[in-house]
């Protein structure tokens, strides 16, 4: 079983960026591999996919301010967010697309003035 580990997360101002890591334990090569979050309240939901081949798709709600990348010879996902709101504000996880791992314990982003 491949563990997943988040970081990245902090407290920060809306229009403020992040820059968010995910570590996994095991080659990440051969998956579609996604970052979801989940606010209080609110169901886990999906926020952005990288396909193998670089191939992105975003949730509309962070089109064109958030940007997904991959490092395979790292096992590393990265999750770029710029021009942050309070909306965004959630606990962050990755996983494979289809959530094959077991979850991870995510990082808190927090957007507030």
């Known amino acids: 079983q491949v563990q997943l580990g988040e970081s990245g997360g902090d407290l920060v101002q809306p229009g403020g960026s992040l820059r968010l890591s995910c570590a996994a334990s095991?080659?990440?090569?051969?998956?579609?591999m996604a970052w979801y979050r989940q606010a209080p309240g609110k169901q886990r939901e999906f926020v952005a996919r990288?396909?193998?081949?670089?191939?992105?798709i975003y949730t509309d709600s962070v089109k064109g301010r958030f940007t997904i990348s991959r490092d395979n010879a790292k096992n590393m996902i990265y999750l770029q967010m710029n021009s942050l709101k309070p909306e965004d504000t959630a606990v962050y996880y990755c996983?494979?697309?289809?959530?094959?791992?077991?979850w991870g314990q995510g990082t808190q982003v927090t957007v507030s003035s």
């Open positions: 095991g080659s990440i090569f051969d998956y579609a």
């Open positions: 990288i396909g193998t081949a670089g191939i992105t």
């Open positions: 996983n494979t697309m289809g959530s094959r791992w077991k």
